[in-house]
């Protein structure tokens, strides 16, 4: 059974830097997309950055893109995403999210964690 847990949510000021930790097991094939996703009150939801377990191919949404930063560990099983220059638009509840192809990361992903709290305000 595949689990995702989410780690490094929390409250930080515009400008500010965060770093989001996904730990996952269960996976039985070697070749996985994982990545993040996020949703903000009343809007939808949104694919923000994912990366390959092998070949580490990745993807960034423009909304981000030059501020966040998505990294792999697969020796600890845990995927990163670093938030640089932070803004208040940056809130959202962020998730985990993981499949076993790019396809249907994008379209759909198999696996969620629990999700964590992001806010970005002074």
């Known amino acids: 059974q595949v689990q995702l847990v989410e780690s490094g949510g929390g409250l930080v000021q515009p400008g500010g830097s965060l770093r989001l930790s996904c730990t996952v097991s269960?996976?039985?094939?070697?070749?996985?997309?994982i990545g993040w996703y996020r949703q903000a009150p009343g809007r939808e939801r949104e694919a923000v950055s994912c990366?390959?377990?092998?070949?580490?191919?990745?993807y960034t949404a423009d909304s981000v893109k030059g501020r966040f930063t998505i990294s792999r560990d697969n020796a600890k099983n845990t995927v990163d995403l670093q938030m640089t220059s932070l803004k208040p638009e940056d809130t959202a509840v962020y998730y985990c999210?993981?499949?076993?192809?790019?396809?249907?990361?994008?379209?759909?992903?198999?696996?969620w964690g629990q999700g964590t709290l992001v806010t970005v305000s002074s």
């Open positions: 990366i390959s377990s092998i070949g580490g191919n990745t």
């Open positions: 999210a993981a499949s076993g192809s790019g396809e249907s990361w994008y379209r759909s992903p198999d696996y």
């Open positions: 269960g996976f039985t094939q070697d070749y996985y997309v």
